[in-house]
């Protein structure tokens, strides 16, 4: 997990929090210093603080959120502004919370928010491996057009936020995808398919935003 904020005091509560509850934090005091450690290591998000030079009307949230592949954003500010509070609800922004937030909310919103953009890369790294298998493509070119077709979505698709794309409907290609698996099965007894399917299967069951993970799981990402 990364933090943004030039004011290490006032966020200090928040990431010992973090990490009393398994999370590997990482702090940048500059919007410089979170694009260096963004270009080094793997982020599962970024929580962000507003008010530093750089980002004073969100503009490195703005340019970090219309990046292809860039991890969720969350905004934690101590200085709610009208002006910024708009801005930022016309960005596509994991969540919006003030200082010194409800830890309980915290947990919840970034349990969810990381277990989503876990199964994305996930799902995006499955995809791409299958679609490559030449048998798919030769004996069942629906199915290998169908994960490409979701594969391309997933890593055109930016971010998790809480504003989904909606020129895309998620929900429908990917019961199509689980339907087009489900009729080829008897083509293919593949593990891999039948563990797609399920993983498949499951974030349709994340669209009422619950999920059973924990806070911020440190294995191996920030």
């Known amino acids: 997990m990364l933090i943004v904020d030039d004011d290490p005091e006032s966020i200090a509560p928040v990431q010992i929090w973090l990490q009393r509850n398994g999370a590997r934090t990482t702090l940048a005091v500059t919007p410089d ?8 290591d793997p982020v599962d998000v970024v929580l962000c603080d507003i008010h530093m030079p750089g980002n004073n009307r969100l503009e490195w949230v703005r340019q970090l959120t219309g990046m292809a592949g860039s991890p969720p954003v969350f905004i934690l500010t101590g200085q709610p502004e009208m002006d910024t509070a708009l801005v930022a609800a016309n ?44 048998t798919f493509g030769e004996n069942e070119p629906g199915l290998a057009a169908q994960l490409r077709r979701l594969a391309s979505l997933l890593q055109k698709s930016p971010h998790v936020s809480r504003h989904p794309d909606p020129s895309v409907d998620w929900p429908a290609v990917i019961r199509d995808t689980i339907g087009v698996l489900v009729k080829t099965k008897g083509s293919f007894h593949s593990k891999e398919l039948a563990a797609l399917r399920r993983k498949l299967s499951h974030l349709l069951t994340l669209a009422d935003g619950r999920t ?11």
């Open 33 to 40: 210093a979170a694009e260096a450690i963004l270009g080094r």
């Open 212 to 222: 059973d993970e924990p806070v911020a799981p440190s294995e191996g990402k920030n």
């Open 91 to 134: 960005l596509p922004l994991a969540g919006y919370l003030v200082k010194p937030p409800d830890y309980n909310e915290l947990a919840g919103r970034l349990g969810i928010c990381i277990h989503r953009w876990r199964l994305r890369h996930d799902l995006l790294g499955r995809l791409e491996e299958l679609s490559r298998n030449s």
